[in-house]
């Protein structure tokens, strides 16, 4: 057993799988859930009563793909160096009130979705994956897997909650009035599973900084250096463009069209929100699943096999067929979705260690942000160019066949299990 695995028994909440049920909650109204995939909700409102096109509202997202790439590695950064509560709680206040903001939204002032849009997904970020796997990697070893499954869990169950939340508010109240309702309950959640629960183990943050501050040949031990993992390895740039085409491709569908797409063929909006809401159950299953497989299997075999799903969800959105096509399309865009942030956080500890993992994730993350952002414009400016989605769609098709390929070049693991 690593001595990270030691837990203390003196107290209930003391233990390390407290850490996991919080952070799964904390993954809930993170900034995919709150930021991007509520955009499918509030798409058809917002635009109906500022008279704005779909690809302009989606190309909000945009700033999204600045912001996040920008500061998801910066908050990893910060939260490598000065720990999590210091750096995530006053973010988090922040981000919970960037969100409540865009209720201010106007056609005359349109432009400002774009600082608004910015601000929560840049803030977001520190209450992104890489704080919650941060946490996970340092606590967890032999059963890494698993733990990050069971937490990525949250952001499913953000898929399925806070899109249902809006629509909700939306219907009883307007979408000002649920925008501030998105807002205040990624605050109070976000805030109170940071501050009660997520931590590092006891000196974890001391070992680090000194490994850092004092680097010797004994220190890689704990992981290799931010530097050396993007200039000496080929497995940071495969995982970056993997993460970035997925980005683009699977969170374009689901993030801020998939609603839309499906109300155009004749669904009701609260039809389209509870399919989009499958790919959220969908997303929980696999976390599970791909978690406890990572585990279990060669990790890039079995990454490669299950992200052979989206193509196929792809494909039966093109065949424009009924149900239960758009049912069987969500679930198997949900399943990959769902899936890669267990890769990721495992795939960045196993290949580069835990000595600079914040950083490093967040680097690879942004690339992941960047597809988020920049998927829907494409998708919702396709459909204001074509008249339909199809022409993006099959672009996707082809971009997700590579990046399941892309899987297999990865390699063994320079940290396996023990390691640390």
Same mark, same amino acid.
């Given at each position: 057993?690593?001595a990270?695995?030691?837990?203390?028994?003196?107290?209930?909440?003391?233990?390390?799988?407290?850490?996991?049920?919080?952070s799964?909650?904390?993954?809930?109204?993170?900034?995919g859930p709150?930021?991007?995939?509520?955009?499918?909700?509030?798409?058809?409102?917002v635009?109906?009563a500022?008279?704005?096109?779909?690809?302009?509202?989606?190309?909000?997202?945009?700033?999204s793909?600045i912001?996040?790439?920008?500061?998801?590695?910066?908050?990893?950064?910060?939260?490598?160096?000065?720990g999590?509560?210091?750096?995530?709680?006053?973010?988090?206040?922040?981000?919970?009130?960037?969100l409540?903001?865009?209720?201010?939204?106007s056609?005359?002032?349109?432009?400002?979705?774009?600082?608004?849009?910015?601000?929560?997904?840049?803030f977001?970020?520190?209450?992104?994956?890489?704080?919650?796997?941060?946490s996970?990697?340092?606590?967890?070893?032999?059963?890494?897997?698993?733990?990050?499954?069971?937490?990525t869990?949250?952001?499913?169950?953000?898929?399925?909650?806070?899109?249902?939340?809006?629509?909700f508010?939306?219907?009883?109240?307007g979408w000002?009035?649920?925008?501030?309702?998105?807002?205040?309950?990624?605050?109070?959640?976000?805030?109170?599973?940071?501050?009660?629960?997520?931590?590092?183990?006891?000196?974890?943050?001391?070992?680090?900084?000194?490994?850092?501050?004092?680097?010797?040949?004994?220190?890689?031990?704990h992981g290799?250096?931010?530097?050396?993992?993007?200039?000496?390895?080929?497995?940071?740039?495969?995982?970056?463009?993997?993460f970035?085409?997925?980005?683009?491709?699977?969170?374009?569908?689901l993030?801020?069209?998939?609603?839309?797409?499906?109300?155009?063929?004749?669904?009701?909006?609260?039809?389209?929100?509870a399919?989009?809401g499958?790919?959220?159950?969908?997303?929980?299953?696999?976390?599970?699943?791909?978690?406890?497989?990572?585990?279990?299997?060669?990790?890039?075999?079995?990454?490669?096999?299950?992200?052979?799903?989206?193509?196929?969800?792809? @494909?039966?959105?093109?065949? /424009?067929? %009924? *149900?239960?096509? $758009?049912?069987?399309a &969500?679930i198997?865009?949900? #399943?990959? =979705?769902?899936?890669?942030?267990?890769?990721?956080?495992?795939?960045?500890?196993?290949?580069?260690?835990?000595?600079?993992?914040?950083?490093?994730y967040?680097?690879?993350?942004?690339?992941?942000?960047?597809?988020?952002?920049?998927?829907?414009?494409?998708? @919702?400016?396709?459909?204001d /160019?074509? %008249? *339909?989605?199809? $022409?993006?769609?099959? &672009?996707?098709?082809?971009a #997700?066949f =590579?990046?399941a390929?892309?899987?297999?070049?990865?390699?063994?693991?320079?940290?396996?299990?023990?390691?640390?």
């Open positions: 057993m690593a990270t695995d030691i837990v203390e028994p003196r107290a209930l909440f003391k233990n390390r799988w407290w850490i996991v049920a919080a799964l909650l904390g993954n809930v109204v993170g900034p709150a930021v991007i995939f509520t955009t499918n909700v509030f798409m058809l409102p635009t109906n500022l008279h704005i096109s779909r690809g302009l509202f989606s190309s909000a997202l945009l700033a793909a912001a996040s790439p920008i500061l998801t590695p910066t908050f990893g950064n910060l939260i490598d160096r000065f999590i509560r210091r750096v995530v709680l006053p973010a988090t206040v922040l981000y919970g009130l960037a409540c903001s865009l209720s201010l939204l056609a005359e002032h349109f432009w400002l979705i774009y600082v608004m849009v910015f601000c929560a997904a840049g977001g970020a520190s209450l992104g994956p890489v704080v919650f796997s941060k996970i990697v340092a606590w967890f070893d032999r059963e890494r897997g698993i733990a990050l499954g069971i937490a869990c949250g952001v499913g169950l953000g898929t399925l909650t806070l899109p249902a939340l809006a629509e508010f939306i219907r009883s109240a000002r009035a649920a925008y501030i309702a998105v807002g205040l309950t990624v605050l109070i959640v976000g805030f109170a599973m940071i501050a009660l629960f997520v931590r590092e183990p006891p000196g974890f943050l001391d070992t680090m900084r000194a490994a850092r501050a004092h680097p010797t040949p004994g220190a890689e031990q290799i250096s931010t530097k050396a993992a993007i200039t000496s390895t080929r497995q940071f740039s495969l995982l970056f463009a993997i970035l085409i997925e980005g683009t491709a699977c969170n374009g569908i993030s801020g069209n998939f609603v839309p797409l499906l109300v155009d063929r004749g669904y009701t909006p609260v039809e389209a929100v399919l989009l499958t790919s959220g159950l969908a997303a929980m299953a696999a976390r599970v699943f791909v978690g406890v497989g990572l585990d279990l299997f060669n990790g890039p075999i079995l990454s490669a096999l299950v992200m052979l799903l989206p193509p196929l969800g792809v @494909g039966l959105l093109l065949t /424009h067929a %009924g *149900s239960p096509a $758009p049912f069987f &969500a198997c865009i949900g #399943l990959a =979705i769902g899936a890669e942030m267990d890769m990721l956080g495992f795939f960045v500890s196993r290949y580069f260690g835990r000595h600079s993992f914040g950083t490093l967040g680097l690879i993350f942004s690339g992941f942000t960047i597809g988020i952002g920049v998927g829907p414009s494409f998708l @919702g400016f396709g459909h /160019h074509f %008249g *339909s989605y199809d $022409p993006v769609l099959r &672009a996707f098709f082809v #997700l =590579i990046a390929l892309l899987f297999l070049p990865l390699g063994k693991y320079k940290y396996p299990k023990g390691a640390h």
